[in-house]
């Protein structure tokens, strides 16, 4: 990877030790962020953006039913074409889509209508039904090691594994791992460090916790008193664990699978040591004892809509990004929670920021119709962009805000500058940053369980 930073653009990007040795990202280059001029559209909101084996192609889904996929090349990103676009069968919001990693031309996409479907790049053939649920599919996920294994994650409560190697009609394709009427399962996750056995797994409430698959046999089981090990939040008290008005919008596991980043809807994002010796743990399907160790992020909000992704970002998993309802992207640092940069990416809300998996750039989606993506600029390049008037950050020209942050211990001060006024307003981490922005939301906000504002 180091080698592929040889061009001006990415001139001193590299952050070392005293021994120099990589150990992440410069954070003057994570400020220095600034949208790439593209156009990757859909004619409806974009629900998922995911970049395929290298990062050479970006696969996006809409509400508009449509699966795109964009060859974006290398990090020049100045010859983006769009590859494939078809119509899908779903007739409901698509909310996941991703290319096979066996094969390049199977295209697999879940919906809002419970199916799952395998369509063929290369083939005109109707697409085939993978599955089907009685509810809205909220994202199926690849196992780690077998390309032809995928996991399910089901509003219903149910999670499948489906192997891709067995015919349709052939018994054996589809086996039911969980089911749990009481709870929806929103969020899957797996690491290659810890291994295709184990299974991360986060739906309603504020516990989400690890399968392990070896032992985990087939068959009507409720979610909870299948898990190995189990986190929640410290503060959350008993009674708001099982709180419906809360749940797991999306979960991370960190490189070396130390870390665990999980998203709540109607609370904030917390980072968890996956090696504490206080892990919540179930034995003979009764809680133990609960993990008191996790580190809030805060700031942002997700309240509005349950597509929520959280990512770690960096060779080292240096930094944490996500988006929120007011349209931003927030960028914090991952061993302080230190507000790094935030990017106005879209007009209501943003709902993800993928990472590229090789290059210093990422992807935002969200309730705009278009998928952009943000890379590092030199101040020259910066000063080009910005006098566009059809940049992002054109100011006045431009009609939209720019936003600079400058840290001091323990505060952060924003500063919004629009084309007539300057905004200024200052807060501690954890509190609200904009206030403007969240009054007009007039959301309750919550953290560790508790209705702040």
Known sequence: KEQMFTSETYVDWWKRDRKSRIIGYREINIRQFTRVETKIYHRGCVNTAKWYSNGEILVTGSDDRTVKIWNVGGSSLENIKLGHSFSTKHEGNIFCADISPIDNNLMISAAADGFIYGNYLDRSSVPSVLHQSRELIHMFSFDIENGNILYTAEDCGHLHRIDLRVSSLA???????????????????????????????????????????????????????????????????????????????????????????????????????????????????????????????????NHATFLKTVNFFGPKDEYIVSGSD??????????????????????????????????????????????????????????????????????????????????????????????????????RFGELTDTSKYEKLSLPIRMNGQRVC
């Open 171 to 301: 018994t054996g394709r589809k086996e039911r791992l969980i089911s749990d009427s009481r709870l929806a399962i929103k969020a899957i996750a797996q690491n290659l460090v810890l291994g295709s056995s184990q299974l991360l797994v986060g739906g309603t409430g504020f516990t989400f916790g690890m399968l392990d698959l070896r032992i985990l046999s087939s068959g009507s089981q409720s979610l909870n008193s299948s898990f190995v090990k189990t986190w929640c939040p410290s503060g959350v008290s008993e009674m708001s664990v099982t709180d419906r008005d809360v749940s797991v919008s999306g979960l991370q596991i960190s490189k070396n699978g130390r870390s665990i980043l999980v998203s709540y809807q109607s609370d904030q994002i917390y980072l968890f040591d996956t090696h504490n010796k206080t892990d919540t743990e179930y034995g003979c399907g009764e809680l133990e004892n609960r993990n008191t160790a996790s580190k809030s992020i805060g700031g942002h909000i």
């Open 326 to 427: 007011t349209g931003h992207i927030w960028v914090w640092t991952a061993d302080t929670g230190r507000v790094v940069n935030l990017l106005n990416a879209d007009k209501r809300t943003c709902n993800g920021v993928v990472p590229h998996p090789m290059y210093p750039l990422f992807a935002s989606y969200g309730i705009d119709s278009d998928v952009k993506l943000w890379c590092h600029r030199t101040p020259s390049e910066s000063a080009d962009i910005e006098s566009s008037p059809h940049s992002p950050k054109a100011g006045a020209n431009g009609g939209e805000e720019s936003h600079q942050i400058t840290q001091s211990p323990g505060e952060q001060t924003q500063k919004h500058t629009h084309s007539s006024s300057v905004v200024k307003s200052k807060c």
